[in-house]
């Protein structure tokens, strides 16, 4: 978190009396976006009740209430199945990503990235998305994801879309 108007929302402790953030979160552009140190966005983490708290939360921050949807649910697009099961009722309406997703984004607030493995032309859909007023919210571990990969943070598809907005995993 480095941006002039990111914030850490959680923190913990780094050890020898540092913080460092878990959750972070900043505007870009007309939107919003909040990125995870770790893979929140699941059924299995939001089967406990605070950390499925904090997360709603976070989603009705960045995805913010349009006056013209008259109070409907913030639609949300994801990729995770299991995630329409836990996050599905008066507040929101889970989208489920198809293969042509990004002629999706019109018709939702926010969306739920659980992968990060996205081309150039769909990084660039996203950032202008979350520019136009939409959300974006994202968790990996960054040291897991390299350990995967192979590849250094900076290259992320994920990073390269919200680096903009002074956040990175």
């Not at 552009?29 to 995870?36: E, Q, W």
């Not at 409907?72 to 293969?99: I, N, Q, S, Y």
């Not at 571990?141 to 956040?167: C, D, F, H, S, Y």
Request: charged share 25%; with cysteine.
């Amino acid at each position: 978190v480095w941006g002039e108007q990111a914030f850490v929302v959680v923190d913990g402790n780094g050890g020898g009396g540092t913080r460092v953030p878990l959750v972070g979160a900043g505007p870009m552009g007309k939107g919003r976006v909040v990125l995870f140190g770790h893979e929140y966005l699941s059924k299995d983490v939001l089967a406990d009740a605070p950390t499925k708290t904090l997360v709603e939360r976070l989603i009705e921050w960045a995805a913010r209430e349009r006056p013209e949807a008259g109070g409907a649910p913030r639609k949300l697009l994801v990729w995770d199945a299991g995630l329409a099961g836990v996050l599905d009722g008066p507040r929101f309406a889970c989208v489920r990503a198809t293969a042509e997703w990004t002629t999706q984004l019109a018709d939702v607030d926010a969306v739920l990235a659980t992968r990060s493995d996205f081309t150039d032309a769909e990084i660039d859909a996203l950032r202008a998305f979350v520019r136009g007023g939409g959300a974006l919210l994202s968790g990996k571990p960054g040291w897991g994801w390299m350990q995967v990969t192979g590849r250094e943070l900076v290259t992320n598809e994920v990073n390269r879309i919200v680096a903009e907005a002074g956040l990175a995993f």
